[in-house]
C-alpha cells in the first residue's frame, strides 16, 4: 500500500501524517503517565481529606487524625530504619564482594542470586518471617534482654512468639539488600580503572584503593541507594502486616509483646472490616505514606541525576 | 669504592618486599576458627547457628591478629574488611537458601492434581481445598495489566529514545519514571480504590481494579527496560534506514523494535515476574471469594498472593479428631499456594533471562 507511493519523491504527505500520528501517540504515552501521576494525587486527597475529620471513634486508641498518622508514621520509620541499620552493612559489604573482591566464577551466580532474592514475592517473605524467622529469633531475643537490656532498643520483656517489630525489620533488610547491593554494585563497578590502579601503584593495599578510589567515586550513588531502600521499606506492606500483630504506640522497644504498626500494614490489616468513614481515614494515611516516599524517592533521584551530570561533564 | 661497594651491600641485605602472610593463612586460621568454635559448641552444647558466629567471629578476629603482627596495620586493616566482605557475603547466601528450602518442606506434601483444580467453595476445616479460582485470578488480573501498561511503556519508551531527546518533557518523563518505581505497592492499590470508589460507590470491588493499580506499578519497569534496550540499537541502524528513505516511524516499526525485540520481552516478563506477586494492591480492590470468578469487570476476584495471605490470617479450625499440636487447615494451603507462587515467578524470571541471552542486541 505505502510501498508504492514512497517510492515517489511527491507522496511524502502520506508518510509523515504517519509519522505524526507516531509521533502523537509516543508523546500521548509520555504524558498519560505523568497524568497517572497526578491522577494518583488527585484521587487519593479526593477519597482521603475528607478522612481527616471524621468522629473519634475512627481514630481508636486515639482521637483525631494527627495524632493517630504520627503514630503510624513513627512506627514505618522506626521498622524501616531498623532494616537499612542491618541491610546496608550487608548491601555494601555484597556489591564490593560482586564487583572488587570475587573470583570471576564466583562473582556472576552471587549477583544472580541476589537478583532472585529480589523476585521472591514479598507474601512469601510475609509468611516465611511470620512462621519460620520470628520462631528461630526468639532465643536471639531472649539473649538480647539478658545481656543487652540496658540499651533501650532491647528493653524487654522479649516477646515469646518472636513476632517483634525486630523480626519485621530482619524480614524487610532481606528485602531491600537486592535493591541497594544491584544499585551500589553498578557504581562501584564503573569507578575508572585508572583511579584504582594509580592507587594500587602507589602501594595502596586493596581496602585503600577501596576507601580513596572507589568509595569518592561512588559516594553519591551509595547515598541514593541507601535512600532508595529506604523508600522500599517505607511502603512494604505484607511482611510488616504478616509478621507484626501491632498497635499504633511509640516506644524504642523492638523485642516486647507491643509493637509499633506502620501505616501500610495498618492498612492491610484494618482494611477487611473499615466502614467507609474508617475507609477514607486509611486511605488518608495512605496519601501521607504517598507523600512522604515520594519525597524520599524524588530526594534520591535528584542526587542520583546530579551526580550523573556531574560525570558526563 | 669500599664505601659504595658496602653501601650496595647493605641495599641488597634489606627486603624489598615487605613480610606478608602465606598464601594459606586464611584457609589456617579458617581451620582453627571451625575446630574451636567445634570444640566450645560441643562442650558447652551449642546449635548450628551459635557454633557458626562463633567461627565467623574466630575467623574475622584472628586473621587480622595475626597479620598485624607480621604485616602491620594497614596489612591488617585490608585483611579485616576482606573477611568481612566475605563474611557479608555468607551470610547474605543464608536466607534465600533458608527461605527456599521452608517453602519446600512446607509446600511440597500440599501440592497434588486437587489442590491445582478445586476452589475454596463450602471446604470446611481440613476438606480437600484448592487453589483453582486463585491461579485463574492471579492469570486474568496480571494478563489485563500486562495488556494496559505494555503499550503505553513501549510508546512512553519509544517518545524517550526516538522523538523526545534532550527536551524538557522527556527529562521530566524520566524523572517521574524513576521516582514512580518507588510508589509503595499499596498506594497504588488505594488509587484504584479511591478511583472506583468515586465512580461505583463504597462497596465496588473487581479484579480489573486490580490491574489498574498493578499496571501503575508496572508502566515504569517497562519503561525503564524498553528505554535501555532501544538506546543500545546502534544508530547505524537507523541512519542507514533513513538514507534508504523509510520514514522515522516504519524505521521505527520495522528496524528498531525487532533489532531490540530479545530485550523488551525479556524486560516485559521480569515486569510481569515483579507484579505477579503483588499482594497489598490486590488485597485492597480486587478482594477475596472462594469461588471461580472469570469476569474481571464484576464481582471480587482472589489471586494466588491475596489467597496466601488469607489462608495465613484465617487459617480455619483444626478438625475436632486431629491429634493435638496439629497446625490449621489454611497453613500448610498458604505454603502450598507460596510454593506455587515461587515456581511461575521463578519460571518467569529464568525465561525471561534465556530469552533476553538468545536474542541479545548484536553489536558491531
Redesign the interface.
Known amino acids: 500500500m505505502?510501498t508504492t507511493t514512497?517510492a515517489e519523491p511527491q507522496a511524502t504527505p502520506t508518510?509523515?501524517r504517519?509519522?505524526r500520528?507516531?509521533?502523537g501517540?509516543?508523546?500521548?504515552?509520555?504524558l498519560?503517565?505523568?497524568a497517572?501521576?497526578a491522577?494518583?494525587f488527585i484521587?487519593?486527597a479526593?477519597?482521603?481529606l475528607p478522612g481527616i475529620n471524621k468522629p473519634a471513634s475512627n481514630y481508636a486508641p486515639l482521637d483525631s487524625f494527627l495524632p493517630y498518622v504520627g503514630r503510624l508514621l513513627y512506627g514505618t520509620i522506626f521498622a524501616a530504619l531498623i532494616a537499612l541499620a542491618i541491610a546496608v552493612?550487608?548491601a555494601?559489604?555484597?556489591a564490593?564482594?560482586i564487583s572488587h573482591?570475587?573470583p570471576k566464577a564466583l562473582a556472576v551466580p552471587?549477583a544472580y542470586?541476589?537478583?532472585?532474592?529480589a523476585?521472591?514475592?514479598?507474601?512469601?517473605?510475609?509468611?516465611?518471617g511470620?512462621?519460620?524467622l520470628s520462631k528461630?529469633l526468639v532465643p536471639a531475643q531472649q539473649w538480647m534482654d539478658e545481656h543487652l537490656g540496658f540499651i533501650p532498643f532491647f528493653a524487654g520483656p522479649a516477646s515469646v512468639t518472636g513476632k517483634t517489630v525486630l523480626t519485621a525489620g530482619v524480614v524487610l533488610a532481606?528485602m531491600i539488600?537486592p535493591i541497594i547491593t544491584a544499585i551500589t554494585r553498578e557504581i562501584f563497578a564503573q569507578t575508572p580503572r585508572l583511579h584504582e590502579e594509580a592507587a594500587l601503584a602507589l602501594g595502596a593495599?586493596?581496602?585503600?584503593m577501596?576507601r580513596y578510589a572507589v568509595f569518592p567515586y561512588a559516594k553519591s550513588g551509595m547515598v541514593s541507594a541507601v535512600m532508595?531502600g529506604l523508600?522500599?521499606a517505607?511502603?512494604?506492606?505484607?511482611a510488616v502486616?504478616?509478621v507484626l500483630s501491632a498497635s499504633p504506640v511509640v516506644t524504642l522497644n523492638m523485642i516486647s509483646n507491643t509493637n509499633p504498626a506502620t501505616i501500610?500494614s495498618n492498612?492491610?490489616s484494618s482494611?477487611a472490616e473499615a466502614t467507609?468513614a474508617k475507609?477514607s481515614v486509611?486511605?488518608a494515611t495512605?496519601l501521607v505514606?504517598?507523600a512522604f516516599?515520594?519525597a524520599?524517592?524524588?530526594a534520591?533521584?535528584a542526587v542520583?541525576?546530579r551526580s550523573e551530570r556531574r560525570l558526563t561533564r | 669504592m669500599s664505601a659504595t661497594e658496602t653501601r650496595v651491600g647493605q641495599r641488597a641485605s634489606l627486603p624489598l618486599a615487605a613480610p606478608r602472610l602465606p598464601s594459606w593463612a586464611p584457609g589456617l586460621v579458617a581451620a582453627v576458627a571451625v575446630g574451636a568454635a567445634g570444640l566450645l559448641a560441643l562442650l558447652a552444647g551449642w546449635g548450628i547457628p551459635a557454633f557458626a558466629v562463633v567461627t565467623a567471629i574466630l575467623f574475622v578476629a584472628g586473621l587480622p591478629l595475626w597479620s598485624a603482627s607480621v604485616e602491620g596495620r594497614r596489612g591488617a586493616v585490608d585483611r579485616l574488611m576482606t573477611a568481612l566482605v566475605w563474611t557479608a557475603f555468607g551470610v547474605a547466601v543464608v536466607p534465600l537458601v533458608w527461605l527456599i528450602w521452608t517453602v519446600l518442606d512446607n509446600g511440597l506434601p500440599e501440592i497434588n492434581m486437587q489442590f491445582l483444580t478445586f476452589d475454596m467453595r463450602n471446604v470446611v476445616s481440613d476438606d480437600q481445598g484448592g487453589i483453582y479460582h486463585a491461579i485463574i485470578g492471579t492469570l486474568l488480573v496480571t494478563a489485563a495489566a500486562a495488556i494496559i501498561s505494555v503499550p503505553v511503556g513501549l510508546f512512553c519508551a519509544i517518545y524517550l529514545v526516538e522523538y523526545g531527546k534532550g527536551t524538557r518533557l522527556a527529562r521530566w518523563i524520566t524523572f517521574l519514571v524513576d521516582v514512580m518505581t518507588g510508589i509503595p505497592s499499596i498506594v497504588a492499590g488505594l488509587f484504584a480504590l479511591a478511583l472506583f470508589v468515586l465512580i461505583f460507590g463504597p462497596q465496588i470491588r473487581l479484579g480489573f481494579g486490580g490491574s489498574v493499580a498493578l499496571s501503575l506499578l508496572m508502566i515504569p519497569i517497562v519503561v525503564r527496560s524498553t528505554e535501555e534496550m532501544l538506546r543500545l540499537v546502534p544508530d547505524d541502524l537507523r541512519e542507514a534506514s533513513y538514507a534508504l528513505g523509510v520514514p522515522k516511524w516504519r524505521t521505527i516499526m520495522k528496524v528498531v523494535l525487532p533489532t531490540s525485540l530479545g530485550g523488551i520481552i525479556t524486560g516485559v516478563m521480569l515486569a510481569i515476574a515483579r507484579v505477579i506477586g503483588e499482594t497489598a494492591p490486590l488485597l485492597v480492590i480486587a478482594g477475596k471469594t472462594d469461588s471461580v470468578n472469570f469476569n474481571l469487570f464484576g464481582e471480587r476476584m482472589t489471586t494466588l498472593p491475596v489467597y496466601i495471605y488469607y489462608s495465613f490470617t484465617q487459617p480455619g479450625t483444626v478438625p475436632f479428631d486431629a491429634p493435638p499440636g496439629t497446625e490449621a487447615p489454611g497453613i500448610a494451603r498458604a505454603w502450598g499456594a507460596a510454593l506455587v507462587l515461587i515456581i511461575i515467578v521463578m519460571a518467569l524470571n529464568l525465561i525471561a533471562r534465556a530469552v533476553g541471552r538468545i536474542f541479545a542486541v548484536k553489536k558491531g
Open positions: 505505502t514512497e508518510t509523515q504517519g509519522d500520528i507516531f509521533a501517540l509516543a508523546r500521548g504515552a509520555g498519560f503517565i505523568l497517572a501521576l491522577a494518583v484521587f487519593l479526593v477519597e482521603g552493612p550487608f555494601l559489604g555484597i564490593l564482594f573482591y570475587a552471587v542470586v541476589i537478583d532472585l532474592l523476585a521472591v514475592p514479598s507474601v512469601v517473605f510475609g509468611l516465611w511470620a512462621r519460620t528461630a532481606i539488600l593495599t586493596r581496602w585503600e577501596i532508595l523508600g522500599r517505607l511502603g512494604e506492606t505484607m502486616a504478616m501500610a492498612i492491610a482494611f467507609p475507609l486509611l486511605i495512605g505514606l504517598f516516599t515520594f524520599v524517592n524524588f534520591a533521584r542520583v541525576a
